[in-house]
């Protein structure tokens, strides 16, 4: 039954709070990554105010950064163009960056480009070019800091 009288929230941006064992590590790693200063910056904490997408990044130091559930982020994006525009910049601004064009990955074909943080968080730029296939072949997984390795399971 729907609920006549809820209110449209209106949603102003996705917010991503990052554990981090080294913030000045990490607090540049982003700064090349997003193409952007961080808006705020304190002892052990950093935030970036991204405009496009739509994002609150907070880094947060912590004494032991494990890995956890995450297996990896992602910033989905318009063209195969976009994918090469972001990769370049990364390249440029000093990032190791991994191209994976024309896979299929998630039941989708795609074309993307990755990097990794300084604490393994992988991190992919994609557009997909054809979606909802009815088999995958390769999937996209993070147990290796910069390498995608393929597996049964998707993401």
Same mark, same amino acid.
Request: charged share 25%; net charge negative; aromatic share 6%.
């Given at each position: 039954?729907?609920?006549?009288?809820?209110?449209?929230?209106? #949603?102003?941006?996705?917010?991503?709070?990052?554990?981090?064992s080294d913030i000045e590590r990490s607090t540049a790693f982003?700064?090349?990554?997003?193409?952007?200063?961080?808006?705020?910056?304190?002892?052990?904490?950093?935030?970036?105010?991204?405009?496009?997408?739509?994002?609150?990044?907070?880094?947060?130091?912590?004494?032991?950064? #494990?890995?956890?559930?995450?297996?990896?982020?992602?910033?989905?994006?318009?063209?195969?163009?976009?994918?090469?525009?972001?990769?370049?910049?990364?390249?440029?601004?000093?990032? #190791?960056?991994?191209?994976?064009?024309?896979?299929?990955?998630?039941?989708?074909?795609?074309?993307?480009?990755?990097?990794?943080?300084?604490?393994?968080?992988?991190?992919?730029?994609?557009?997909?070019l054809e979606d909802n296939l009815s088999t995958s072949s390769?999937?996209?997984?993070?147990?290796?800091?910069?390498?995608?390795?393929?597996?049964?399971?998707?993401?």
């Amino acid at each position: 039954m729907e609920n006549k009288t809820a209110k449209e929230v209106k #949603t102003l941006k996705a917010h991503l709070a990052l554990n981090v064992s080294d913030i000045e590590r990490s607090t540049a790693f982003y700064k090349k990554m997003l193409g952007i200063e961080p808006s705020k910056e304190r002892t052990g904490y950093a935030k970036f105010d991204v405009k496009n997408p739509p994002l609150n990044l907070t880094l947060n130091q912590v004494a032991k950064v #494990t890995h956890g559930a995450l297996s990896h982020l992602g910033i989905q994006v318009e063209s195969t163009e976009d994918v090469l525009n972001i990769r370049q910049r990364w390249s440029e601004s000093g990032l #190791t960056t991994r191209e994976e064009m024309q896979t299929n990955c998630c039941y989708a074909l795609q074309d993307k480009s990755w990097v990794s943080d300084p604490d393994g968080n992988q991190w992919e730029v994609f557009v997909v070019l054809e979606d909802n296939l009815s088999t995958s072949s390769s999937c996209c997984t993070t147990d290796a800091p910069v390498s995608i390795q393929s597996t049964a399971q998707c993401c």
